[in-house]
Structures are given as C-alpha cells and as structure tokens.
C-alpha cells in the first residue's frame, strides 16, 4: 500500500449505514443554530466586503482589475472572490446580494463537508455529529458567515483539500489549495503542507515522489495563469494586504503579541477542543506511541504551521483569518478525545453523556460571547457604517467632482458609493501613500501633512477618537459624522471629519 493511513475499505459503505437518528436529529439541529443566528445580523457588511464590491463592479464594466477605475491594483485578498462577484454582475445580478449569498451558501456547504469528514477521520457518528456541532455553533463562523466576506469559501476549499488528502488524492487537494490560494492567500502554505504529509505518510519514496510532481503540476496549472496576469497588469503577485496587515519587522515581543492574540482569539470559541489539543497530545503519544499519531499528522500541522507563520510575520490577526484552522482544532480534540475513551474503554452511554455535555458547554459558550461581545458589536458596526460613513460618500457622490481625489482611512464604503478616485493610508489599494504612514502614527501624520509627499487631495477624511479638527489653515471642514465603535475590543468612539483642501 501507498500510504501508511489506513482507511477502512468499508468507511464509504459504512456512511449509509449512519445510525439515521443522530443524523435525522443533530445535522438539522447543526444548522438550525447557524440559521438562527446568522439570520440576526445579516444586515452587517464590513467596509472590507465594499472593497470587493468595488473591484467586482470595475471588472464587470470592463476597467480590469481595479479599484480606482483604470488603475490596476492588488488591494483583495482573494482576487477570484471579487471574480466570482463580478460574474453574477455580469448577469444582471446585485453585486451586494450576490456577494452574501454566496457567502452564507459556501458556509453551509463547510459544515456538510465538515460531518463527512468528521465522520471518516474519527470512524464514529456520534463524534461526527458532536464534532459539526461544535463547527456549526462555532462564534466566529457566526459572525463572517453571510458578510459577504470570502472566508467561507476558503474554509470549504481547506476541507475540501484536506478530504481528499486524507484519501490519498493529492493530485486533487494540489487542485483544490490552488483554488484556495486565489481566495486566501495561505493556500500556499496549505499546498506545502498537503506535499510534506504526502512523504511523512509514504512507504514508497519513489512513488511520493511522482505524487509531488503530479501535485506541483496541477497546482502550477490553476495558479501560474493568473500569476502572470497580476505581473504583467498589476506589477506584483503579492497582495497589498499582506504588507498592510503585517508588523514591518519581526520582533519577539511582536512573536508574543500574535500568539497571544490567536490563543484569546481560538480560546474564546474552542476552548475545549484547544484545550485537548495541546494538553491531551503529548498523553496520546505516552499511551499510544508516535506510530498511532503519525498518520493523522496532516492538521496538527496545517494549524502550527498557520499560527507560526502568523507570529512570524507579526500579522495583525482578526478572527475571520483563524477560521481556516478552526475545523481542525475541532477535529483534532475530538480525535484525542476519541483516544481517551479507547484507553479508559468507556461504554456507549457514558460516551455520549461526555460528548453531549462538551457539545452543551460549546453551545453555551459561544452564544455567550456571541451575545455578549459580538452581537452588539455587529449592531453598532451598521449603526456607524450608516450614521458615519455612508453620509460622508453620498455627499461626495452628491457635490464632488467626477475626477475628485479623496484621501481615507477606510476605503470600501466610500468608493463604492461615491465613485471618487480613492487614496488609502493602509495603502490597500494605494501602496505608496502606506510608505507615509508605515514609522509615524496615523494621527502625526494627518496633523503634519506628510501624505502630500505622495498625494495632493482634494478631500480628506480624517477619523479621531475626539471631534477636534485637523490644524492647517488650508482643510475646511464640511461635516463629521460618530461611528460608535470599530472593533469588538475597540468600543471607542470614532470621529470622521470630511475636509476639502482648499490649496
């Protein structure tokens, strides 16, 4: 045999014979949850699903891949989602409807494609179900589910890649990463991940060797075309939001920071799981031996290696960038979990008395967070996206001119609206003006006017945690409207002054 993972010759057979109760009874319940919750902030658009929103209308109307019109930029993470949303314009379809349809839909097809994995790594439905409970309840697939963001695709393709891994169809996950890495841009590192499990867990070197081959090739295929498009268009193949979300270098007290970050982050949804994880491994190893983990090696270490090259590169983590290892920590802890009911030989009812109690405190926990920390967080983010941002872009929609050039601290939203050629301080779209901004704080910089080395707009909008005005003589004021908070840890109120340059 290829490979050392035995999977059973029975698995897929074994899969209609599912004990049709705790299917009939826990999928439903799985997405009832999703539904239900999801449902209550439908309405919340980060100023990031805008940004798309704004390079699919470009593409549509046939001013390439930008997002000021005509001028090619690198400024989404992944180019094939603002594609996909480009396409349903293409066909008379809302670009906003489209882009959080498709969303909420890729997010269901994660949690069915989550349970048939669940089932065949762990060989047990009560576990399946137990392990896409806790992937359905999980806080932060609530939140993103249905924003419009492209995060649910990116967790669909992980699983994907990762189900045919696990069945030995490298040639296929190669594919299916490549896929990934048009939307997320970690689906190289997933792609490096899939070829060295291929040769940890092959018996014949000779044969992995040839996988590796078949996989770079299929990989190069999908990804290659749309490489040399971005150098010749749009002059790089990185995308501008790598640089802009991470530290400028790399320092251990940065190191601390994002770990830290991750671990708050992961623990606040999956603490059980996580817990497990790190704390139950090292027990599996003594009791079982390095043998019985070897073959299930494949998501310890696409979650290490994601949160190593996080920490690495000091990258600003938010809970959207962890949900492409969130379904393997679930997966991972319930496999331990799995290895401590076969070493204490728990009987059938006491195993699923502790499942049930860790799918219940996982249910309660999130909910908790969610409804304490998350929801009124979303409430408050349309709040200040209508209250705050959307004046600001109808006014210069309204009173601008056409060819007006708008400096901004949030992008999305205001060009989608008004238009406008945009200049951005993170340099999302606008890498130069980052340059600016990359060793002064926001607030210096705006105050002392050192964007002018790089730009001479004709507006500027100016966001503070206090209402005062920016100093030069030379910026009128025209109104400043309250966004009530940004962030789910930043509850600040913020100040968003529109000014014109009267030079």
């Known amino acids: 045999m290829q490979n050392i993972r035995e999977i059973s010759p029975n698995s897929e057979a074994a899969f209609a014979l599912f004990n049709l109760r705790i299917v009939r009874i826990g999928l439903p319940l799985a997405l009832f949850v999703f539904y239900f919750t999801t449902v209550s902030h439908f309405d919340y658009t980060p100023d990031d699903t805008y940004i798309y929103l704004q390079y699919a209308k470009n593409i549509s109307s046939g001013e ?18 603002a594609l996909l949303i480009a396409s349903g314009m293409t066909l008379g379809l809302d670009p906003y409807i489209v882009a959080k349809t498709l969303d909420l839909v890729f997010a ?81 590192l997933f792609f490096l991940i899939l070829m060295a499990d291929n040769f940890l867990n092959s018996t014949k070197p000779r044969l992995a060797a040839r996988v590796l081959g078949r996989s770079v090739l299929l990989y190069g295929m999908v990804l290659i075309p749309w490489i040399i498009f971005a150098y010749l268009h749009i002059g790089t193949i990185v995308p501008n939001t790598f640089a802009a979300k991470s530290g400028t270098e790399f320092t251990f007290s940065g190191l601390g920071e994002t770990l830290w970050s991750i671990v708050t982050i992961l623990g606040a949804s ?47 983590v938010v809970s959207r960038y962890l949900l492409l290892i969130i379904p393997f920590v679930i997966l991972q802890g319930l496999w331990v979990m799995k290895r401590f009911e076969e070493s204490l030989r728990l009987n059938v009812k006491k195993t699923a008395l502790v ?54 601290p949030d992008i999305g939203l205001v060009a989608y609206v008004s238009d406008r050629t945009i200049y951005d301080v993170a340099g999302l779209v606008t890498p130069e003006v980052r340059e600016v901004f990359l ?56 100040y968003y002054t529109l000014y014109r340059d009267l030079q």
Do not use: C
Request: hydrophobic content about 50%.
């Open 64 to 81: 390439g891949f930008s997002f000021n019109q005509g001028i090619p930029s690198y400024g989404t993470t992944g180019p094939l989602w």
């Open 108 to 188: 269901s097809l994660s949690i069915l494609i989550f349970f048939t994995i669940a089932v065949i790594v762990l060989r047990d439905t009560l576990y399946g179900i137990t392990a896409t409970l806790l992937f359905s309840f999980d806080v932060w697939m609530l939140r993103w589910s249905g924003s419009g963001m492209e995060g649910s695709l990116a967790v669909l393709l992980a699983l994907a890649a990762f189900r045919h891994a696990y069945r030995n169809e490298y040639a296929l996950a190669s594919f299916v990463s490549a896929v990934l890495t048009l939307i997320r841009p970690e689906g190289a």
């Open 439 to 494: 060793r002064i704080p926001y607030d210096v910089a705006m105050r002392e006017g050192r964007y002018e080395l790089v730009i001479k707009p004709d507006y500027i909008i100016y966001r503070s945690p206090t209402s005062g005005y920016i100093q030069p003589e030379t910026l009128s004021p025209i109104m400043t409207t309250v966004f009530p908070g940004l962030g789910i840890t930043k509850q600040d109120v913020q």
């Open 355 to 408: 499942l049930g109690m860790m799918a219940l405190i996982s249910l309660a926990q999130n909910q908790y967070v969610y409804q304490s920390r998350v929801l009124p967080h979303l409430k408050q983010f349309v709040i200040g996206m209508n209250q705050a941002i959307k004046p600001i872009a109808y006014w210069l929609k309204e009173h601008s001119e056409r060819q007006a050039r708008v400096l901004a």
């Open 270 to 316: 999956q603490a059980i799981p996580l817990l497990l994880v790190f704390a139950g491994t090292p027990i599996v190893i003594a009791v079982f031996g390095w043998s019985r983990i070897r073959s299930e090696l494949l998501p310890w270490l696409w979650v290490i290696a994601l949160i190593a090259f996080y920490s690495l590169e000091s990258v600003q």
